[in-house]
Nanobody, 129 residues
């Protein structure tokens, strides 16, 4: 059974940092794409970062480039999202998602939520000004 569990969310002040973790279990795939998404109440889920297991290729949405870093430890089945210089607009529920075929990370736009097959329950990030 595929399972994704996020952790690391917290309340911080603007300028602070957080590291989110996504623990993945229930599968062993050489090629997978893991995405990080965030969502505010009443708004659509927004992709912020993605990482391809083969070659560690990474992708970022423009609003987080230079501030967020996605990484992975394939031996431990963990994917991380290091978030620095946090802003109030980074507030939201953060989800990790997986495409176990890896196709999403080879597409021109790896941030379409419906392309991901598996999702975690989310972890809340709140950034105050």
């Amino acid at each position: 059974q595929v399972k994704l569990v996020e952790s690391g969310g917290d309340s911080v002040q603007a300028g602070g940092s957080l590291r989110l973790s996504c623990a993945q279990s229930g599968f062993t795939y050489t090629y997978k794409c893991t995405g990080w998404f965030r969502q505010l109440p009443g708004k659509e889920r927004e992709g912020v970062a993605a990482i391809y297991s083969a070659g560690n290729t990474t992708y970022y949405t423009d609003s987080v480039k230079g501030r967020f870093t996605v990484s992975q430890d394939n031996a431990k089945n963990l994917v991380y999202l290091q978030m620095n210089s946090l802003k109030p607009e980074d507030t939201g529920m953060y989800y990790c998602a997986a495409d176990l075929a890896g196709y999403v990370c080879t597409s021109p736009f790896p941030f379409s939520a419906h392309d991901y097959n598996y999702w975690g329950q989310g972890t809340q990030v709140t950034v105050s000004s």
